[in-house]
Structure formats: structure tokens, C-alpha cells
């Protein structure tokens, strides 16, 4: 008995290899991208555009990455599972790891609306409860639409 490959077996799997070299490709730049954006946005990248009035902690950097790698994760398994009804959820921990690693006293939104006192009373500390609430989000969302992306599962 001899195997052969049939020629359609071959151009599927390269095809599929493509496509998902594709799809990788693009959640690493959207990781990065979200990394560098929100990083010089915030200041956590230095950078001559803007300075921080707000001293850098390991867990802004963390929060940083965090929500950098699970953006780009989302859109891998978004464009996995063909498109998702989470688009919503996914916005909002962003907004809030944006949220959790920000300078406070630089939002001119929050800044207008509540003052620096105020913001750095109240809403400093609740960033770190901020940022772990918005990596569980996008941990519970990636998990869920995972598993109903599954169907063997």
C-alpha cells in the first residue's frame, strides 16, 4: 500500500497555514500597537511628548502588557472563531486597562469633572482594582467565546 498525498490536501494546508500566519501576524501588531499607542499616550513609554505627573509603577507596566497581549489575543480568536458578538466587552477592558494605567490627573475629562484632589483621592487607588478587574474581563471574554467557538469542546 502506498500513501499519497492528493494535490487539494496540500493547497488546503497551505492556504491554512497562510491564513493563520496571517491572523498571528496581525494580533502581534495590534499588540504592539497598542502597547506603543497607549505606552507614549500615558507616558509609560518615555518619550519628548508628554510627561507623566504621576509616578510609574510595575503595576501600570503590567497593566500596560496585560491589556496589550489580550487585545491582540482578541483579535486572533475573533478572527478565528469568524467574527464575535463581544466587540462591546472588549472595548470596555481596554477602556478600563487604559483606565487602570493613565495618569489621573492628565485625563482632562476626569480632570474637569472631578478635580485633581478628588481624582487622586478617590480614583488613584481603585486603578490597581481597576486594572485587575478589566484583565479578568478580557480573560472571561476570551475564555467564553472560546468556548463557544468550540464545538468539540
Partial sequence: ???????????ADTTASS????????????AVGVFLLFGTVTGLVPNPLYVRMVPR???DYLFLVATSVFAGAFVYQRATLGGSTNDRTAFGGVVGGFLAFGCPTCNVVLLALFGSSALMTYVDPL????G???V???AG???VQRRRGCRTC
Avoid: C, E, H
Wanted: glycine share 2%; proline share 8%.
Fill in 1 to 11: 500500500m502506498q500513501d499519497s498525498i492528493r494535490p487539494d490536501d496540500t493547497t
Fill in 19 to 30: 491564513s493563520t500566519r496571517k491572523r498571528a501576524l496581525t494580533s502581534v501588531g495590534v
Fill in 57 to 59: 509603577t510595575p503595576l
Fill in 127 to 130: 486603578r490597581p482594582l481597576l
Fill in 132 to 134: 485587575a478587574v478589566s
Fill in 136 to 138: 479578568a474581563l478580557f
Fill in 141 to 143: 471574554l476570551l475564555y
